[in-house]
């Protein structure tokens, strides 16, 4: 008998499991219920992210490499352990989270007038004195909502005040900005091929910009969503009146609180998914096309996701060589029913009865392996 193909390639179960944690999760319930109805299976395990947490690890993982090491400031300047991959042809896979993210402060002290972005900053210098001259850097959950000026002053950009003195760090510093100086920008960068792997389409500013739609998670008041908001616009008029680059409606400019603006004013990147970096490096694709059966998940499949996440990218791959494709996340929330059309063909929740996000997250990778099993059982029984 014919092995079934089974490709799994989930994203991070935010909070809960790293995506290779959840494929693991994922491949013993497949080989539970594979086992129990005397069915043969071959398992290919690709992790999935789409820029944020678990990036690293997620190419590492699918194309070799190793990490790498080192320190950076953390959201609130402190040092931190902190980590970026290095792959076999020496190209640098960075994920902000990993010096600059959310995940890195406690609730009470989030607060985006005093977050940066300038260790974010010194995991690129770190990738270029590797000698990496191609970077991809993952930009999602961000602590942030400083403009990205913080990585751009670990690289040598200089963002002077009226009296000629340097500005400090956060948000709530930029509307005291008079002039950029990027005379002691690193010139290794302008011999890098930087990549940004970028999931969300906001722009700097205004209703759908940084600081409105991202700012509240961080920590924002209203009014201090206001003054972030009128402090990236000002940050975005010097850019383009010392640098000649208007970066205010750029799409993707908003990401990361406005580290994508400064990414592409500083450094030349261009944006692209997340999702779809991921999947080149893989060769996911041809993978696809080999299987049976796809599965996929995420810690919350809601109408969020049709903006860029993992289910969406892998669900229009397998739409497009209609092959069937499993979504189980931790949770299904309103919205999730129009991620039928864009090729997912089912959908389920790992939550088998009433319990707290709490008790769900804890108890996730059994919660996703029982899960599995089960939805395995029935495909397996019915082919």
């Known amino acids: ?34 086992s129990c109805v005397g069915v043969k299976v ?24 190793r990490m ?12 931190t352990d902190s980590f970026f991959g290095l792959l076999p042809d020496g190209t640098a896979v960075i994920e902000m989270a990993a010096a600059s ?18 260790g974010t900053g010194q995991l690129i210098k770190a990738a270029l004195d590797y000698g990496s001259r191609k970077l991809i850097i993952g930009i999602g959950g961000s602590a942030t909502n400083d403009g990205g000026t ?43 091929e930087i990549v940004v792997a970028c999931d969300v389409k906001n722009v700097l500013c205004g209703p759908q910009g940084a600081s409105a739609v991202y700012g509240p998670q961080k920590g924002a008041t209203p009014e201090m969503v206001k003054i972030l908001d009128e402090n990236l616009r000002h940050l975005a008029w010097i850019i383009k009146r010392d640098l000649g680059k208007d970066v205010l409606e750029v799409p993707g400019s908003g990401a990361a609180g406005g ?19 991921i999947m080149e490096i893989t060769k ?27 289910p969406l990218g892998i669900g229009r791959m397998a739409c497009k060589w209609r092959k069937p494709l499993v979504c189980i996340s931790g949770s299904l929330k309103r919205g999730y029913e129009a991620l039928y059309a864009e090729g997912i063909t089912a959908f389920f929740s ?24 089960n939805v395995f059982r029935l495909y397996f029984y019915s082919r």
Not at 68 to 79: C, F, I, M, Q, W
Not at 101 to 118: A, C, F
Not at 360 to 369: F, Q
């Open 1 to 34: 008998m014919k092995a079934v193909n089974i490709l799994i390639a989930p994203d991070s179960f935010k909070g809960s499991l790293t995506s290779l944690q959840a494929a693991n999760a994922i491949e013993r319930g497949i080989l539970k219920a594979a």
């Open 42 to 65: 071959d398992v290919d395990k690709v992790p999935m992210a789409d820029g944020g947490e678990g990036t690293v690890e997620a190419i590492i993982c699918a194309a070799g490499g």
């Open 68 to 79: 790498v090491r080192t320190k950076a400031l953390d959201p609130l300047g402190r040092e």
């Open 101 to 118: 993210g959310l995940n890195l402060l406690k609730p009470e002290e989030r607060n985006p007038m005093k977050t940066t972005t300038y």
């Open 150 to 192: 913080g990585m751009a002053q670990a690289l040598g950009v200089r963002f002077l005040d009226a009296e000629g003195k340097e500005i400090g760090f956060g948000g709530g510093e930029l509307s005291r900005i008079a002039k950029i100086d990027v005379s002691g920008l690193d010139p290794r960068v302008k011999e890098a």
């Open 259 to 277: 580290l994508g603006a400064a990414l592409i004013a500083f450094l030349d990147a261009r944006m692209k998914p997340g999702i779809e970096i």
């Open 284 to 310: 996911f694709e041809k993978k696809l096309k080999e299987a049976d059966m796809v599965i996929t998940g995420e810690g919350s499949t809601d109408s969020q996701t049709l903006y860029g996440k993992v």
């Open 350 to 373: 790992i939550t088998s009865g009433p319990m707290t996000l709490e008790e769900a997250m804890k108890r996730g990778e059994e919660l996703l392996e029982k899960t599995s099993e």
